[in-house]
């Protein structure tokens, strides 16, 4: 079956551009989370949606990154005024649930910002 | 989130069992241990969780130790693709499905 989708797989952007990132969850997951990469490290923890709302939104960096999940099945993460620490790898997952014990992870959209 | 101790990186040869540990002593009695690895380019990958019990599935075994303040993942005979940074995550069992990764183990299994 489908897995967690995310698009675009790279995305090159100039410093102070505007960028969107997609992630297409398995369907019938109620549960979507993003997480950001960067080289050498753990995945860090952005925001969770259960359904349409962000049920924890303590991760974002700052002001500039946004999430949306506007019908409780595609997100997208938005980033304003990229800056160049903003590269990184944005990994979306997606879980059947609340507590359900395993999270399915996307490959990853790879953003760098000149 | 309580925290976890991995070894930074690990070495195994093909077809040998694998002993990854985590300590994690400040853990408290409704958190979770799960275990995710992630191979080069791709996201993570759930392997296994468990609470007080050992628990085996197809991928791996998970060996709790019996003050659950340590655990070992045990991969029975490594192969080439299980190349990978190892994570040892708590999750606490209210606070949903958010995990908190460290750095993890890189294991490296030589041929």
Known sequence: GAGVSQTPSNKVTEKGKYVELRCDPISGHTALYWYRQSLGQ???FLIYFQGTGAADDSGLPNDRFFAV????SVSTLKIQRTERGDSAVYLCASSLGFRAGELFFGEGSRLTVL | DA????PNS????????????????TISGTDYIH??????????????????SNVNNRMASLAIAEDRKSSTLILHRATLRDAAVYYCILREET????????EGTQLTVNP
């Open chain 1, 69 to 72: 999940r506007p019908e409780g």
């Open chain 2, 95 to 102: 606070s949903g499905s958010r995990l908190t990764f460290g």
């Open chain 2, 10 to 25: 690990m070495e195994s040869n093909e077809e040998e069992p694998v002993h990854l540990p985590c300590n994690h002593s």
């Open chain 1, 42 to 44: 753990g995945p860090e």
């Open chain 2, 35 to 52: 275990w995710y690895r992630q191979l080069p380019s791709q996201g993570p990958e759930y392997v296994i969780h468990g609470l007080t």
């Open chain 2, 3 to 6: 925290k976890t101790t991995q």
